[in-house]
């Protein structure tokens, strides 16, 4: 054992608590997609909920960031084997886009939950790698807002009437 003197902390560059939390939640969301399949459909329902909700909510707070120059995010990651569905519960109603008047259209849980998985899943693999922090916070934040968010909350109210039935 020795002693040390701390001469400095460093924070490392778009790394805060925000992004910690939707890391952890990330993380979370996409190890329960990938083992859903084991779960009884009532367990794999409320999971599902559960963690999609918990996952929106670290996203919507985390930080606008530029992405880094030249970044290229790459390919999406494949969808996990085996994946289950939600059987009688997988098709859905729903309004399209709340403030313009048109028919209900289908939606699907699966297509929305592994939507969101392929998107949160690449930022993961781009966390993971050599590349800038930003770059993941970016593909997280952008897609949140240009893609993965409609999926989580129209699959929110789905899977919040199914666990009610």
Excluded at 147 to 162: I, N, Q, Y
Aim: net charge negative.
């Amino acid at each position: 054992m020795g002693y040390a003197t701390v001469l400095e902390v460093t924070r490392p560059e778009h790394f805060s608590r925000e992004t910690a939390a939707f890391v952890v939640q990330a993380l979370q969301f996409c190890d329960f997609i990938e083992r859903a399949s084991g779960l009884a459909m009532t367990e794999r329902l409320m999971a599902a909920r559960r963690r999609l909700l918990e996952l929106y909510t670290a996203g919507i707070a985390l930080p606008h960031v530029e992405p880094p120059e030249g970044f290229d995010a790459g390919a999406d990651p494949p969808r996990p084997d085996g994946w289950a569905g939600f059987d009688k519960f997988e098709f859905y109603w729903e309004v399209f886009d709340p403030y313009v008047n048109e028919a209900a259209v289908a939606g699907s849980l699966s297509d929305d939950l592994l939507d969101v998985y392929c998107d949160v899943r690449r930022g993961l693999d781009l966390w993971k790698s050599k590349a800038p922090r930003a770059a993941a916070i970016w593909e997280w934040r952008f897609h949140l807002d240009a893609h993965w968010g409609d999926h989580a909350v129209d699959a929110l109210r789905a899977l919040h009437r199914a666990c009610r039935i």
